[in-house]
């Protein structure tokens, strides 16, 4: 005799036809995604070790540490780093001035053709100029936040992995698009044990030029061990390297600084307030636009014990 066990949700009545409505539609879409995870999981983790597979056997054009670091953490990503949640080539257009979606090539999540996750204020968009301008560096991999929450798993910001595809004669043709969250482990590992970020980490220690065993050598890996996770693994070497040594002397010599960021999100501000005057934008619109910079203001103020805003140049 077969046993099914069932669940259920018991919520207070809704009186109102619309929004009973609006409350079934949410379910429903939200299971449909856990289906769509559910059902694509495996296909989607022997999708990633075929790139693996054709990033060895047959090496693009781009230096060999790169493949090598990328190929490496494509595998630590599976090695349950990494709740996969959707999977989507992406091929160049022909003038290569866009990415368009290979639809018949979606999974899990991204088996829904209307589903993006890039976003421009509240314009859902298939690529952004950063994507567009990472396309054109020699490098295999980009790591950074998707503009849309899960609805699976957990309510977060998906994580965004973009490897890039080559032809059999090393011709960039597109992007495999990847998205999911990262899992605990991800945040609670060193630094050092984590592909492609440790050699982010190192490459900033070498510059930074200390002795590693004196008091800054020691101080700076600690900089960089208990940097906020997601920032650590989405930001570029350059911009790494000048937050950890601004956070590394603030230790030594506390005092109050503010950014440069600061003052640009004043100007922001301000640039919005009058398109808000003149009726250029909505005052939803203007607070979303301003609110959007909180999440690293906070970042920064624990992380680094003094107030900055950081709107990154390379954001979405």
Request: aromatic content about 10%; charged content about 25%.
């Amino acid at each position: 005799m077969a046993w099914h066990i069932g669940e259920h949700i018991a919520i207070k009545g809704i009186a109102d036809a619309a929004r009973r409505a609006d409350v079934v539609r949410a379910v429903e879409q939200v299971l449909a995604q856990v289906r769509l995870s559910v059902e694509d999981w495996r296909a989607m983790r022997e999708r990633v070790g075929t790139l693996i597979a054709d990033m060895r056997s047959n090496p693009p054009p781009l230096p060999v540490g790169e493949i090598a670091e990328t190929a490496q953490f494509l595998e630590w990503l599976g090695d349950n780093h990494f709740t996969f949640l959707g999977l989507r080539d992406y091929v160049i257009a022909a003038d290569g001035s866009r990415l368009e979606p290979r639809f018949d090539t979606g999974l899990g999540v991204l088996r829904q053709r209307d589903m993006r996750v890039l976003r421009h204020g509240l314009e859902h968009l298939e690529y952004t100029p950063q994507i567009l301008a990472f396309l054109k560096e020699p490098k295999a991999l980009i790591v950074t936040k998707a503009n849309v929450k899960s609805r699976v798993h957990r309510r977060a910001y998906m994580d965004y992995v973009g490897v890039k595809r080559f032809d059999a004669q090393g011709n960039l043709v597109g992007e495999c698009r990847i998205v999911g969250l990262f899992t605990s482990t991800a945040y609670t590992r060193s630094t050092r044990a984590i592909p492609y970020v440790r050699r982010k980490v190192d490459a900033v220690v070498r510059r930074a030029g200390f002795d590693p065993d004196s008091h800054s050598g020691k101080a700076l890996v600690n900089v960089l061990e208990t940097y906020p996770r997601d920032e650590l693994i989405q930001l570029d070497e350059d911009t790494l390297f000048e937050f950890a040594l601004t956070i590394l002397q603030l230790e030594e010599r506390p005092r109050v600084r503010v950014s440069r960021y600061f003052i640009r999100y004043f100007v922001v501000g301000a640039a919005g307030y009058a398109a808000y005057q003149l009726r250029l934008v909505s005052l939803a619109a203007l607070f979303a636009g301003l609110c959007s910079f909180v999440p690293a203001l906070f970042v920064e103020a624990f992380r680094q014990f003094y107030f900055a805003i950081i709107r990154r140049e390379e954001s979405f």
